[in-house]
């Protein structure tokens, strides 16, 4: 069987993988933003014990591998509220989400810390002696500088996470590596099934990565 028999058969069900490993990216990071800044914000708090739970959450997440925190989340987590007692459950999809949310969100605190500490500190100073409390100043003079800062970075994050939502084909979810392994374990056909794999992946990554330098070149150029 050619490559262009594997595609004519396999392409819709890649494509369908492919769909959701997007959609399941989109949401993902979405939600992983939020989380990132809220993180982000605790560790730059005075308060000692949001400071340890910031610390804590991104020293747990970037000291694990993904498939153990997908593996955690899937089947250890249920199993513990189970174990109180309670009918719990989480679908392949939900945990998926709840994973790469988690994961990226470690790593988009950082992001964000970087670019506030990149924001020139007399920018707090101008806004606090116009009258502004801390919170009103970080909202309305850092935050916006710091996420113009960070966008590039974020993008490159959504590579990042687009790339391990493969990972999350261990606990089944119908992504496009888990629906190659699929179409494989049917036709024996793995050179050429996962040589369509990898195309589609560099097709999606390569128009990220050159949105990336765009933007990069964009905000560069509104700076100078």
């Not at 593996?71 to 189970?82: C, E, G, L, R, S």
Request: hydrophobic share 55%.
């Amino acid at each position: 069987m050619d490559l262009i028999t594997v595609l004519q058969e396999a392409f819709p069900q890649l494509l369908e993988g492919l769909m959701n490993t997007v959609l399941m990216t989109l949401l993902s990071l979405s939600i992983a933003v939020f989380l990132g800044l809220f993180a982000c914000l605790m560790g730059l708090s005075k308060n000692i014990i949001l400071k340890s739970i910031s610390k804590f959450y991104v020293w747990l997440i970037r000291g694990t591998p993904l498939m153990v925190q997908a593996f955690f989340v899937y089947f250890a987590i249920p199993q513990m509220i189970q174990a109180m007692g309670i009918d719990f459950r989480l679908t392949a999809p939900a945990a998926g989400v709840i994973t790469l949310s988690l994961n990226a969100g470690a790593y988009i605190s950082e992001l964000f810390r970087g670019g506030i500490q990149a924001v020139d500190p007399g920018q707090m100073e101008a806004a606090r002696s116009l009258g502004l409390t801390y919170g009103r100043a970080m909202a309305k003079v850092i935050l916006p500088q710091a996420l113009r800062i960070s966008i590039p970075s974020l993008v490159n994050q959504f590579i990042i996470t687009l790339k391990d939502t493969s990972i999350i084909s261990v606990i089944s979810f119908a992504e496009i590596v888990y629906e190659a392994k699929i179409y494989i374990g049917r036709t024996m056909q793995s050179f050429a099934t996962w040589t369509i794999v990898a195309i589609m992946y560099l097709v999606i990554i390569s128009l990220l990565s050159k949105l990336s330098r765009y933007i990069e070149k964009r905000l560069s150029y509104e700076r100078t």
